[in-house]
């Protein structure tokens, strides 16, 4: 009945309303005025010691199927660095530490769809970060 063309140009089409109508997850970031101090603690922490080396070691290109996403890092390689470079002891408190980024606004998710897991999920770190007042 379809062809293959009518596959690759509906599929995400109905990937998006089977997300809305189940109620996967869905991130609707906070107010920057809204955080937590602890939030805005970690992120300007982060970011004024240790974003430039995380991003050499985690950041680079990834393939996805068969397209190629540029300057990304998995939630997984994020929670490595993070217990390698001794800002999380474990990987809960390195999940903990990835979503205090990502609501901060360091960090995003490619499709702005997803809160931080310890998983194969995609990010990517903001262009411009300003420091958050405490």
């Known amino acids: 009945m379809f062809g293959f063309e009518s596959k690759i140009i509906f599929s995400p089409v109905l990937r998006r309303i089977r997300r809305y109508l189940l109620g996967s997850e869905i991130m609707k ?11 805005k603690e970690t992120c300007n922490q982060f970011t004024k010691y240790h974003s430039e080396n995380c991003v050499k070691e985690i950041v680079r290109d990834r393939r ?8 990304v890092f998995t939630g997984t390689a ?3 660095y993070l217990i390698r470079c001794g800002l999380a ?19 995003t998710h490619i499709n702005s769809e997803q809160n ?3 998983a ?8 411009t970060y300003e420091e958050l007042p405490v």
Do not use: Q, W
Not at 29 to 39: I, S
Not at 64 to 71: A, E, H, I, L
């Open 64 to 71: 996805f199927g068969n397209r190629t996403v540029n300057n």
């Open 89 to 107: 002891t474990d990987r809960s408190s390195a999940v903990e530490y990835g979503c205090h980024l990502l609501l901060g606004r360091v960090i």
């Open 78 to 80: 994020l929670c490595d």
């Open 29 to 39: 970031l906070p107010l920057v005025a809204d955080l937590e101090d602890v939030t």
């Open 120 to 127: 194969l999920y995609f990010y990517k770190f903001m262009e």
């Open 116 to 118: 931080f897991h310890d």
